[in-house]
Structures are given as C-alpha cells and as structure tokens.
C-alpha cells in the first residue's frame, strides 16, 4: 500500500507539488489579476467620461460652463481598445 495518494494524471493540480512553485502559480494568477482589472477600470472610465462629455456634472452646475467642462483633459483610450476611442472634434 502506498503512503501517499497519487497525483491525478491530466489534472490541473498535483498533491505533491513543490512550495516555491505553487507561490510562483499563485503570484502569477494574481499579477494577472490585477493587470486584468486595471485594463478593465480604465476602459470603464474611459466610457463613462465619453457617454457624460455633453454636461457639466451637478456638483460643479453653477461654477462651470459646459464650454469649460468639454474643455477639461479627457483620459485617453489604450491604443489596444479600438472601439473605445471617441470621434476627434
């Protein structure tokens, strides 16, 4: 009888894996993560400045002009996301 279980073959994961490896695996998922998320809060930001260009937001309604709010710095759009970027004035 075996003292330890067998790895199951084909599978993703192995009982007897080495620690070093399994930090490495598990750094690796979350700096994909995070790289994940950030590409997705950017383009997010990205939309919602877009679709909210043509009003001044409320709480600056009375101490700015719509002119001066279209004229604020827009963030720009990752060149790998074409369809984000807004059409040039």
């Known amino acids: 009888m075996p003292?330890?279980?067998?790895?199951?073959?084909?599978?993703?994961?192995?009982?007897?894996?080495?620690p070093s490896l399994t930090l490495t695996l598990t750094l690796v998922i979350a700096l994909l993560a995070h790289v994940a998320l950030k590409f997705w809060l950017n383009a997010r930001q990205v939309r919602h400045v877009a679709r909210h260009?043509?009003?001044?937001?409320?709480?600056?309604?009375?101490t700015m002009a719509l002119a001066d709010h279209q004229h604020t710095p827009s963030p720009q759009p990752p060149p790998w996301a074409p369809g984000l970027h807004e059409p040039q004035h």
Request: charged fraction near 20%.
């Open 53 to 62: 260009r043509d009003a001044v937001p409320q709480a600056y309604a009375d």
């Open 3 to 18: 003292l330890h279980k067998p790895c199951r073959l084909g599978g993703f994961y192995n009982l007897h894996m080495n």
